[in-house]
Each structure stands twice: as C-alpha cells, then as structure tokens.
C-alpha cells in the first residue's frame, strides 16, 4: 500500500523551530521529487518546498526563503522540512505529496500525506 505519513508538527513560539518527516511506505522516494504543501485557515493550498529526485535540486516559495530547508534521506525513505525562524503566519497543516518532478500544478501530485498541524502561537 502506497502511503505518506507526516509528522514533527506541533506548538511552537514565535521565532522557534520544528522539523516535519515525510516517511513513505509502498514505494521508493528516490524516484520522486518531493513537495511540502500547507494550507491556513481560510485559504488556497499553497506550495512551500519542493525537492527533486534527480539532482536534489530545491525550491522555496518566497516567504520561507531563508527560514525552511527540505532535504531527504533515501535510505530511510524519508524527506525533511526543517523550519525554523518560525512566525505566526507559518500557521497551517503540512502536507507532503509525491510527483515525477517538482511540479507547480498542485493537482498533479499522485501521493498525498494526511497532514500534520503546525500551530506558531505566544
């Protein structure tokens, strides 16, 4: 069974950090890139990161730039999303998602995680 399992997520002060997992199971990561998505209350699904599979190349859309790193691990089938200098604004549920490449078409994506909370808050 193909399957993304998020977690890392939690509550965290303003100016802290958190490291999200996206482990998968069913299928090999190394042929695929991968992207951290996250959607906040009351808004679109947005793309924060993505990291493809055949260079290792990485994006960042532009309010992480600076703050986040994804990098991954296949030997343990895993991605990272390191996120630190964390603001409020950064609120939302994390999702990480499977393509062929980094794909900017959100909708393209083939392997979805369930999400994990990431809550900044004082």
């Known amino acids: 069974q193909v399957q993304l399992v998020e977690s890392g997520g939690g509550l965290v002060q303003p100016g802290g950090s958190l490291r999200l997992s996206c482990a998968a199971s069913g299928f090999t990561l190394d042929y695929y890139a991968i992207g951290w998505f996250r959607r906040a209350p009351g808004k679109e699904r947005e793309g924060v990161s993505c990291?493809?599979?055949?260079?290792?190349?990485?994006y960042y859309t532009d309010s992480v730039k600076g703050r986040f790193t994804i990098s991954r691990d296949n030997a343990k089938n895993t991605v990272y999303l390191q996120m630190n200098s964390l603001k409020p604004e950064d609120t939302a549920v994390y999702y990480c998602a499977a393509s062929w490449w980094c794909n900017p078409t959100i909708d393209e994506y083939d392997y979805w995680g369930q999400g994990t909370q990431v809550t900044v808050s004082s």
């Open positions: 990291i493809s599979s055949s260079d290792g190349s990485t």
